[in-house]
């Protein structure tokens, strides 16, 4: 079994801020992890992804997340905060075993003030 | 270019209409799925397929029909939509292994009255 759990529904930073949104799982295999950012009116774009090599993964637009395994976090970060990334990001666990069957957290909406 | 369609992007129906929304990708990818989004309860998985003539039920698949006869498409099929419906759907796909990403669809909002 396995599950995500973000721990903010919103998160409200001003511009030039650093962002933080969290990410917690559960799994009973190894997992990889995922992040998805959702603009408005947009599908879900791929930010960065976990899979088991490197544990701090850098993605697109200067986000990265680090795994930490004793922790079952992924955390998303970036250093300074633009108003474009005023948006909804989803964290995603799929485990090595079973299903393959991505599990997604509810969601965290990130918003910018200038 | 690697892509997810979906159609249509738009509809309002009335409630009880067959309706079929399609779903098209062209990655050759073994894994579809698709998902409502309705505030606050984030994505919900209603079928997912793990390849060709294999599907399977999400979390949330009651009033909802899906077929694979071909790999690359994956409709969703209301056969008698409700206004508990309404709702905006997602297309996904993805290779068959764990670590691959998921390609989303840009989305149909369905409203049933």
């Known amino acids: 079994a396995q599950s995500v759990t973000q721990l903010d529904s919103h998160v409200s930073v001003s511009e030039g801020t650093p962002v933080l949104l969290r990410c917690n799982y559960s799994s009973s295999y190894s997992p990889s992890l995922f992040w998805y950012v959702q603009h408005p009116n947009k599908g879900l774009q791929l930010l960065l992804k976990?899979?088991?090599?490197?544990?701090l993964v850098k993605g697109i637009n200067g986000f990265e997340a680090e795994f930490k395994k004793s922790e079952t976090s992924f955390h998303l970060t970036k250093p300074s905060a633009h108003m474009s990334d005023a948006a909804e990001y989803f964290c995603v666990v799929t485990a090595s075993g079973g299903s393959y069957i991505p599990t997604f957290g509810r969601g965290t909406s990130l918003i910018v003030h200038p | 270019e690697a892509q997810v369609t979906q159609n249509p992007r738009y509809l309002i129906t009335v409630t009880g209409k067959k309706l079929t929304v399609t779903c098209s990708q062209n990655m050759n990818h073994e894994y579809m799925s698709w998902y409502r989004q309705d505030p606050g309860l984030g994505l919900r998985q209603i079928y997912y397929?793990?390849?060709?003539?294999?599907?399977d039920k999400g979390d949330v698949p009651e009033g909802y029909k899906v077929s694979r006869k071909e790999k690359r498409n994956f409709p969703l099929i209301l056969e008698s939509p409700s206004p508990n419906q309404t709702s905006l759907y997602f297309c996904?796909?993805?290779?068959?292994?764990?670590?691959?990403?998921?390609?989303f669809g840009e989305g149909s909002r369905l409203t049933v009255l």
């Open positions: 996904a796909s993805r290779t068959a292994t764990n670590t691959g990403e998921l390609f």
């Open positions: 976990y899979t088991s090599a490197a544990t």
């Open positions: 397929s793990m390849n060709v003539e294999v599907t």
